[in-house]
């Protein structure tokens, strides 16, 4: 059974960082593409940011470059989202996934697996 476990979400002021995790069982988690998500109340689904199996490579929604890295140990099983920076309108709930897809990583019905997310709020 997959099961992906997000972790380090909270409450934090404008400018501050948290670092979220994502631990992963149940599947191989270098055959995947990590993604990251969030919603916001009132708001659909949307993309943040993914990373590649294979390559590697990161890809990023335009509102979080420069600000969020991407990352994940493939030995550990755990992907990682650095967020620095922080605005109040990156507050919502953050979703892991996971995918076999590493083309079309923005796209999340192409995610097969998900977590259940975890919260971050950043007050101003």
């Known amino acids: 059974q997959v099961q992906l476990v997000e972790s380090g979400g909270g409450l934090v002021q404008a400018g501050g960082s948290l670092r979220l995790s994502c631990a992963a069982s149940g599947l191989t988690f270098s055959a995947y593409t990590i993604g990251w998500f969030r919603q916001a109340p009132g708001k659909e689904r949307e993309f943040v940011a993914a990373?590649?199996?294979?390559?590697?490579?990161?890809y990023y929604t335009d509102s979080v470059k420069g600000r969020f890295t991407i990352s994940k140990n493939s030995a550990e099983n755990t992907g990682y989202l650095q967020m620095n920076s922080l605005k109040p309108e990156d507050t919502a709930v953050y979703y892991c996934?996971?995918?076999?897809?590493?083309?079309?990583?923005?796209?999340?019905?192409?995610?097969?697996?998900w977590g259940q997310g975890t919260q971050v709020t950043v007050s101003s």
């Open positions: 990373i590649t199996w294979g390559g590697g490579n990161t």
């Open positions: 996934a996971a995918s076999h897809d590493r083309v079309r990583v923005t796209t999340l019905n192409l995610y097969q697996h």
